[in-house]
């Protein structure tokens, strides 16, 4: 299983970013996918994930970040808008197949965003 993420960079504070995650060599029927974060020093935090029709957001993020699965492709997006300074951070994509609650884990993509 890889997954493969894109879409970091460089933004402005009120700017917007889009990551995206490609999983291949997976063919689950039931998954949860999305993505998480990690500050320097700090664990990995959930920003967002979904699994089926069920959305899950942490809390700072809601109404700023919308996650978008591609059920044909095994692919998820996360539009990230207004973004603030504090949401510099490394993002990394996951995918837990939810039979066995295997994880895979993508590079991480850096996000920065200027004050």
């Known amino acids: 299983v890889q997954l493969q993420a894109s879409g970091g960079g460089l933004v402005q504070a009120g700017g917007s970013l889009r990551l995206s995650c490609v999983v291949s060599?997976?063919?689950?029927?039931?998954?949860?996918i999305g993505w998480y974060r990690q500050y320097p020093g700090k664990e990995r935090e959930l920003v967002a994930r979904?699994?089926?029709?069920?959305?899950f957001y942490e809390e700072s993020v809601k109404g700023r970040f919308t996650i978008t699965k591609d059920g044909a492709q095994n692919a998820v997006s996360l539009q990230m808008n207004n973004l603030r300074h504090e949401d510099t951070a490394v993002y990394y994509c996951?995918?837990?197949?939810?039979?066995?609650?295997?994880?895979?884990w993508g590079q991480g993509t850096l996000v920065t965003v200027s004050s």
């Open positions: 996951f995918v837990r197949n939810l039979m066995n609650q295997r994880e895979y």
């Open positions: 979904v699994s089926g029709s069920s959305a």
């Open positions: 060599g997976s063919n689950w029927d039931r998954i949860s």
